[in-house]
């Protein structure tokens, strides 16, 4: 079982910059797809962005593309989501998830089977 801790979140004013970070328990971190995901008060969860195992295809929702970015070290065994034109509707807690079964990319929650237990990025002057 992946365990996956995220850190990195906190409070930044409009137009700042975040960088998150996502530790995983598991060695074989590169047999794993992974994704960022956000939960906003009062919304339902939402993708953010999604790497496959290589590293070489990533994908983003439009609220963020452009701005943010996703990348892994598979021999740090991390993900990272860079996070650049931060917006107060950016403020949510971020999650890091984690599936060793999908094809190439995942953008649906359900199908990630391993959770962090979230950060807090709060966006606000």
């Known amino acids: 079982q992946v365990q996956l801790v995220e850190s990195g979140g906190g409070l930044v004013r409009p137009g700042g910059s975040l960088r998150l970070s996502c530790a995983a328990s598991e060695r074989t971190i590169s047999s794993y797809i992974l994704g960022w995901f956000r939960q906003a008060p009062g919304k339902e969860r939402e993708f953010v962005a999604t790497?496959?195992?290589?590293?070489?295809?990533?994908a983003y929702a439009g609220s963020v593309k452009g701005r943010f970015t996703i990348s892994r070290d598979n021999a740090k065994n991390t993900v990272y989501l860079q996070m650049n034109s931060l917006k107060p509707e950016d403020t949510a807690v971020y999650y890091c998830?984690?599936?060793?079964?999908?094809?190439?990319?995942?953008?649906?929650?359900?199908?990630?089977?391993?959770w962090g237990q979230g950060t807090q990025v709060t966006v606000s002057s």
């Open positions: 790497i496959s195992r290589s590293g070489g295809t990533t």
């Open positions: 998830a984690a599936d060793a079964g999908g094809l190439i990319i995942i953008t649906q929650q359900r199908q990630y089977d391993y």
